[in-house]
């Protein structure tokens, strides 16, 4: 007969593998891919002169506009990047916290992705010169925040792998 005092109440959570390691996979590498991207735009951004040509006055609204649009396109590959960092930590340490957060994140960068891809088409408007903004890294939020928004929240494989332990 089994001792009840060494068995568990809890089931231990299940290893990380299926279609969960598949998502997890595709997750960093678009994490990836968009640290190998943010290259040029980041080093663009830390030129001194052109920061200082932006701040300038006689400065065109062309020129402002798309360093607007190239500092925004930094800024949500950060959050991405590091975003990434994160679940990577939780994901190790098979936290309960991880399917939630990992939903905010995927919310977060389609509201940020669409937020800027929206301002750059206001800001290239109000200035009147058709400048071409790019489609890709929007259509690459949605895609990722309606595949992984229902799959972390609904996956049975997800509930029985971040659990509190």
């Known amino acids: 007969m089994k001792d009840l005092t060494t068995c568990s109440m809890t089931s231990q959570p299940r290893r990380i593998g299926g279609c969960l390691l598949i998502?997890?996979?595709?997750?960093?590498?678009?994490?990836?891919?968009?640290?190998?991207?943010?290259?040029?735009p980041l080093q663009m951004m830390l030129e001194w002169e052109l920061?200082?040509?932006f701040a300038r006055n006689e400065t065109h609204g062309w020129y402002r506009t798309v360093i607007a649009m190239v500092g925004f396109d930094v800024i949500i590959g950060v959050f991405i990047v590091?975003?990434?960092?994160?679940?990577?930590?939780?994901?190790?340490?098979?936290?309960?916290?991880?399917?939630?957060q990992v939903q905010a994140w995927l919310g977060a960068i389609l509201v940020m992705r669409t937020g800027a891809y929206l301002l750059?088409?206001?800001?290239?408007?109000?200035?009147?010169?058709?400048?071409?903004?790019?489609?890709?890294?929007?259509?690459?939020?949605?895609?990722?925040?309606?595949?992984?928004?229902?799959?972390?929240?609904?996956?049975?494989?997800?509930?029985?792998?971040?659990?509190?332990r």
């Not at 998502?23 to 040029?40: E, G, H, K, M, P």
């Not at 939780?90 to 399917?99: E, M, T």
């Not at 009147?128 to 494989?157: C, E, K, N």
């Open 51 to 53: 920061l200082s040509v």
């Open 82 to 100: 590091a975003g990434m960092g994160w679940f990577a930590l939780l994901a190790w340490r098979r936290s309960a916290r991880f399917p939630v």
């Open 120 to 164: 750059g088409d206001y800001m290239t408007h109000a200035i009147g010169i058709d400048i071409a903004i790019p489609f890709d890294s929007l259509v690459q939020a949605v895609v990722a925040a309606v595949l992984g928004i229902p799959y972390f929240s609904v996956s049975r494989r997800v509930r029985q792998t971040f659990t509190n």
């Open 23 to 40: 998502a997890l996979i595709c997750l960093a590498a678009w994490a990836l891919v968009t640290a190998i991207a943010l290259r040029d």
